[in-house]
Nanobody, 126 residues
C-alpha cells in the first residue's frame, strides 16, 4: 500500500497563501489519480482537486482560480498551492491516492481512494 504524509498546513489571514505537500512512499502506481480532500467540523469530507498520471486535473467550483494541484513524479510529492484563502477554506486537508485515473470527472468521492494521509490543518482567519 502507498504511504502518504502531508505537511505545510498552518494558520494564515484571509487573502494569504499556503502550499501543502504530500510525500508518497512504499508501493507506488504507474497510473493513478491523486487528490486533495478537506473536512470541516460537522461537515462531510469533500473533494478539493485531483490530478491523474497523464496530467489531467479537476477542481471543486469553490476553489477554481485560487488553488492549483501538481505532482513531482521524480520526487513522488503531490502539492496543493492555495492562494487568496478564505475563512471557509478552514478544514483538515487530506491527500489520497488510487490506481484508477478519473479522467477529469467531477465530483470525486472519498470512498474511491484506497490510500490516505494523516491530514494537515489549515486555518484561515478574517
Amino acid at each position: 500500500q502507498v504511504q502518504l504524509v502531508e505537511s505545510g498546513g498552518g494558520s494564515v489571514q484571509a487573502g494569504g497563501s499556503l502550499r501543502l505537500s504530500c510525500a508518497a512512499s512504499g508501493y507506488t502506481y504507474s497510473r493513478y489519480c491523486m487528490g486533495w480532500f478537506r473536512q470541516a467540523p460537522g461537515k462531510e469530507r469533500e473533494g478539493v482537486a485531483t490530478i491523474d498520471s497523464d496530467g489531467t486535473t479537476a477542481y471543486a467550483n469553490s476553489v477554481k482560480g485560487r488553488f492549483t494541484i501538481s505532482v513531482d513524479n521524480a520526487k513522488k510529492i503531490l502539492y496543493l498551492q492555495m492562494n487568496s484563502l478564505k475563512p471557509e477554506d478552514t478544514a483538515m486537508y487530506y491527500c489520497a491516492a488510487d490506481p484508477y485515473p478519473y479522467g477529469g470527472t467531477w465530483p470525486v468521492y472519498p470512498e474511491n481512494f484506497e490510500s490516505w494521509g494523516q491530514g494537515t490543518q489549515v486555518t484561515v482567519s478574517s
